[in-house]
């Protein structure tokens, strides 16, 4: 048996997040269904993490064992094959140490969210970024991001069906920048909650409109209440750019 670490990249459009769902399109669904024909049986992919349905991975990292002896550059050339049309490719594979597991040996993760802040519809991003059609005040925006950076109890921005055991997580960058024509968010931790990225996002999208300011975001925050969340941002334009080890 060998383990091999893997380098990913989808488009989650298409599909009801990372997780295998018996009666959905999902990523690990149809990795470990290609997965399963080169091995000749079942197989598991085990992600660094769960993407929520409709976000993008640049970069997302998993890890799988096959019972065949393969070279790391037929893993992924098979996979890409056996993944036929999916919106998934194996950017690439590494033999790996049987200890080595994609989750928990994660020391960080990046998210970027992508928003472009004009009125005319989107013809070529659509489903790829977040179209708000009023323009954004950045600078206040990254002025109300630096209230949410360190050790939290991020209740407020945690989704109702997060099943992580605890609230209390520790942020380690939030950034907002302009890029030429959109605005981009940057977010780095070692781990998040779910929808975590998204409430983040929709909160900061309420400064740039100016309906909050940064002693707002410091209030929801402390408040440590859903329902002083603003509202959460749709996946479009939220992609997974990096895992560390």
Known sequence: MARFKLKIEYDGGPFQGWQRQ???PTVQGELEAAGAKINGGPVTVYGSGRTDSGVHALAQ????????????????????????????????????????????????????????????RLALDRGRVWRVPVKLDVDAMEEAAQELIGQHDFTTFRDQQCQAKSPVKTLDEARVIRAGHEVHLHFRARS??????????????????????????????????????????????LYLVEVVY
């Open 61 to 120: 990292i998993a890890h799988v064992d096959f019972d065949k002896a393969l070279r790391a550059d037929q893993v992924r050339d098979a996979l890409n094959f056996h993944l036929g049309k999916a919106p998934i490719s194996v950017l690439a594979a590494e033999e790996v140490d049987d200890e080595f597991h994609a989750r928990f040996d994660a020391i960080e993760r990046r998210y970027l969210f992508r928003i472009v802040d004009r009125r005319p």
């Open 22 to 24: 018996d009666h959905a």
């Open 192 to 237: 998040f909650l779910h929808k975590q990225v998204r409430s983040f996002t929709g909160s900061l999208v309420e400064v740039g409109l100016g309906k909050w300011d940064a002693e707002d975001m410091r209030l929801a925050l402390e408040a440590r209440d859903r329902r002083e969340c603003g509202p959460v941002s749709p996946p479009d334009g």
